[in-house]
């Protein structure tokens, strides 16, 4: 299975903080989604960098690519890792899972939207 990194998540606790610093650092275009605008996304030149507010250690989190989600976690779980389960279809983004190798570090599976 191939697994190139195709989404990060910055996870903080303001997120309006986080946004600022970033879009100011990198000079990234910010879209804010749902009800809170600090809430959202940098599009970088490369990838999409998620931003969410309320963590309360805050992180940064990879997502590998994968091409069938319900294949990924399953392969997770048999080599001792744990899949926390499939988020609902995102559109224009997809379906992302978090995960935990077996020692505890965090990361994401995403598969992209078919569109």
């Known amino acids: ?5 195709s989404y990060l ?3 903080a606790q303001d997120a309006q903080v986080s946004q600022d610093f970033f879009r100011q650092l990198f000079d990234w275009p910010f879209t804010a989604s749902g009800e809170q605008p600090q809430e959202g996304w940098f599009q970088t030149p ?6 969410h ?3 309360p250690v ?6 590998f690519q994968v091409p069938d989600m319900a294949a990924a976690m399953a392969r997770v779980t048999a080599l001792g890792g744990q ?10 983004f997809g379906v992302f899972c978090l995960c935990t190798d077996p020692q ?3 990361f994401g599976l995403h ?5």
Do not use: C, H, T
């Open 104 to 106: 505890g570090a965090r």
């Open 83 to 92: 899949a926390d389960g499939a988020g609902p279809d995102e559109p224009g």
């Open 111 to 115: 598969q992209p939207s078919a569109s």
């Open 53 to 55: 507010g309320n963590d």
């Open 46 to 51: 490369d990838i999409r960098v998620g931003l």
């Open 58 to 63: 805050p992180q940064l989190l990879v997502f």
């Open 1 to 5: 299975m191939q697994g190139s990194v």
């Open 9 to 11: 998540e910055i996870g």
